[in-house]
């Protein structure tokens, strides 16, 4: 079962905005409003930043957005700070009742 | 306050069993599905399968169907995840999480190291 895919590694100076994507086909990203993303900091768990392709949980900084077009969604991070360097990966609901993870990416704020 | 706390680390070699654990609190285990997830070290996130506390019905990633079991216990609010037979392959980090509606997962256990080692 093929995972969504995500760039490696995307990276910004603080202050700027970055765009990661997360492409998938019309059996998961495109058939369903159904994208969630999550931020991992190292050895920690994720964490909740994004569902429903771009609703944000309470909490959680309006700097992070999310967005869908066609087979691919994106999360965008405006004001990048220094704290926002992590692992992120997206999620979409798949059909058969599944869910499958995107490939993951690096953001390092330089 | 709605937690998921996952029993702690295990070392197992090769061809063991295991069973390891989601313990839920601060909401109707029943009302939402868990659902585990693998990461192998270095690498990202797996998605591995899920249960409906309610019934028990599952739904496996084919890439794990037949590899592991997820059960639930509704009189103790906790979710497992067994192997009958570990494998080297089988090391990772893996993680439970609620999930809500058709593909949010919020919140996370703490996560659950397995190290299968000869």
């Known amino acids: 079962q093929s995972a969504l895919t995500q760039p490696a590694s995307v990276s910004g100076s603080p202050g700027q905005s970055i765009t990661i994507s997360c492409t998938g086909t019309s059996s998961d990203v495109g058939g369903y409003y159904y994208v969630s993303w999550y931020q991992q900091h190292p050895g920690k768990a994720p964490k909740l930043m994004i569902y429903?392709?771009?609703n944000r949980p309470s909490g959680v900084s309006n700097r992070f957005s999310g967005s869908k077009s066609g087979n691919t969604a994106s999360l965008t991070i405006s004001g990048l700070q220094a704290e926002d360097e992590a692992d992120y990966y997206c999620s979409s609901y798949r059909s058969s009742s599944n869910n499958v993870f995107g490939t993951g990416t690096k953001v390092t704020v330089l | 306050e709605v937690q998921l706390v996952q029993s702690g680390a295990e070392v197992k070699t090769p061809g063991e069993s295991l069973r390891i654990s989601c313990k839920v609190s601060?909401?109707?285990?029943?009302?939402?599905?868990i659902t585990w997830v693998r990461q192998m070290p270095g690498k990202g996130l797996e998605w591995m399968g899920r249960?409906?506390?309610?019934?028990?019905?599952?739904s496996y990633s084919p890439s794990f169907q037949g590899h592991v079991t997820i059960s639930a216990d509704k009189s103790s609010n906790t979710a497992y995840l067994q192997w009958s037979t570990l494998k080297a392959s089988d090391t990772a980090i893996y993680y439970c999480?609620?999930?809500?509606?058709?593909?949010?997962?919020?919140?996370w256990g703490q996560g659950t190291l397995v190290t299968v080692s000869s």
């Open positions: 249960i409906d506390p309610s019934d028990s019905y599952t």
């Open positions: 429903d392709v771009s």
């Open positions: 601060g909401y109707n285990f029943t009302s939402s599905w």
């Open positions: 999480a609620r999930l809500k509606g058709p593909n949010w997962f919020d919140p």
